[in-house]
Structures are given as structure tokens and as C-alpha cells.
């Protein structure tokens, strides 16, 4: 008997250093200390010895036991940290890598111009007013005194909708009339940003789409002289103080008189280069004091109340002051030329 449970021991520990995994492990847990094990019988066996040999018999089973039980929890946690191991290396994460970079993104440089001309006038007094894209003929036309068939209409190629006297506007002066009607009789001093349309040949000047920035003030005893005034100290807080600035006779129907504002060419001092066309000089927006009949249509009583307006394109400045040669790049979404800014 006792060579018997030596020979149990003996066998059941061999096997177990054999086996790899946990259903080998269970398996042999069964065959070995199962209730049908070669040891467990030997306990049911017990009552059938003489009863001298019994305890010595006994004493050695449960000692076989416990030395079965023993090893087979260390094979058990051997294979389990073996297995932690061959994890932990193969799914390996190195926490300490650099993450990705996030990618920051960043204004377009139109709108970095849109919101520095919009602070410049705010800081004199201006508010922003937002005016819709899309238009009727009468507010982009009749009411700012450009007639039907009226040969002015020409420097507005137009976008028409479907819907007849419905157009994309062509130039943020009708918010013009918006504004001023919803605020007349009150003195007004406001800028209005946003996009407009016009149907033209694609070009390195000309985009089919490009915003602007129209200014307008209202009120008593307005002249011509705060128009200048205004302008020029617009121009000297965008393009620095020592700009110099010309005003040009000009014509638009819905400014009497009118004026286009040059600020001295920047690249070249005055000069005269290929930025400026050899004559020294940018010119940056159209101005002028409001047309009596346009002030009537926003409902102020002419005779009692004078304004000056004026507009401007971000495009075309950000061109200017960044030396953008092309202003078909403003859409192209190209991040070479958007990261730069
Ligand atoms: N609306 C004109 C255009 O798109 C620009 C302009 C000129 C606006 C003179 C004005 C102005 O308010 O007084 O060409």
C-alpha cells in the first residue's frame, strides 16, 4: 500500500510538470485528486486494513495528498505569471512615446482681417450689422438709386435666383437700407461685413464670391470732412501711422459726391512697382457722402440728415498687406497657404 501511494505521488507530480495550460491543469486535478483518483480511493480502502496499519496508512494518503494539493498550486500560479508575462510583452505599450501632436486650427486670413477692420471701427464707434446674402433687386439696386436698365448696372455682374427681382447681392451696400430703416429717425454709425456674389470670370482679382465691409453714419451736420477723417485714421490703425492717404473723385450711384481712398504703396514707398501698378499708390475702398434719395429710401429726411459711407474688401486687402498674388488661393483650401497665416 504504501509502495502503491509512492507510486501515485511519483506519477501524478511527473505528469504535472508537463502540462501547459489551465484545462491540462483541471484535468489533471481530476485524475489525480478526483473522487475517483487511485488516492482518493485509498481512503475509502482504509476500513478494509488491519487496524494497526491503518494510521500509518492514513497519515501517509493525507501526506500525498497535501503534496499533490501543493503542487499543483504552484504549477498553477507558475503557468498563470508565465502567461502575464507572455502578455505583458506582447501587447507591450510604451507610455512614454509622444503623443500625436494635436493640429491647431487657426482663423482664415480673411476673417484675421475681417476682425481687425471690424475692431478698428468698433474702437471709433461703430457697430456691426449683419445683412442678408440674398437679395431683391430693389434693395441691391432701385432703392440705392441704380435703376432698371440703368447702365451702372453693369459693374454689377448679378447672380439671379429663380424667383423673379430675387438675386445674391452683389455688394453689402443694400444693408444699407436695411439698417436704416429699421433705425431712422436715429443717428446710426455701423458696419456691415459679410459675403457677397457676382458672375465673373474666375481670375487671379476676380472670385465669384468675397466678402466686404461696409461702413455707414448717419446723423446732424455730418461731412464730408468726417468721412476723411474717419478713413484716414482707419487706414493709419490698420496699416500703421505713417500711411499716407489720397482721396480720388470717383462716381457710385448711392454716394454724392464720391471718392475712392489709396493708401501710399507700402512695398515700394510711393515709388511705384508691380504692386501698385508703377504709380505709387493702393487704392483700398469707395466712399462717399450718402446720395439724398438713398437716405429718403431709408427714411431720413434729407434736409435734416446728411451720412457718409463707405466700402471695402478684406480680400483685396489681405492681398495688399500679405503680398497674396492670387485670390483664387482665399478658396482653394490649400493648408500651405492657409498655415502661413
Ligand atoms: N458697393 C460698392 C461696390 O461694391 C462699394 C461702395 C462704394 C460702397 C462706395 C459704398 C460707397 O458704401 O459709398 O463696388
Redesign the pocket.
Known sequence: MLAALEQIQQQALEELHTLQDEDALQRWKVTHLGRNSPLMRTFDQLGALPKEERPLIGRRANEVKRALEEAFEARRQALQQAALQRSLQSERLDVTLPGRPIARGRLHPTNLTLRQIVRIFNEMGFQVYRSREVETDEYNFELLNIPAHHPARD??DTFYTTTPGVLLR????PG?IHVMRQYAPQPLRVVLPGM?YRYEQVSARKETQFN?V???AVGRNITFGDLKGTLSDFARRLFGPQVRTRFRA?H?P??EP?AEMDIECFLCGGWGCSVCAQSGWLEI????M?HPLVLRNGGYDPQRFSG?????GPERITMLKYHVDDIRLFWNNDLRFLEQF
Open positions: 459693374l454689377w452683389t455688394h453689402t451696400s444699407q457677397c466686404q461696409e461702413g455707414l470717383s457710385f448711392f454716394t464720391s475702398l469707395g466712399a462717399g450718402v457718409f459711407a463707405f466700402g471695402l
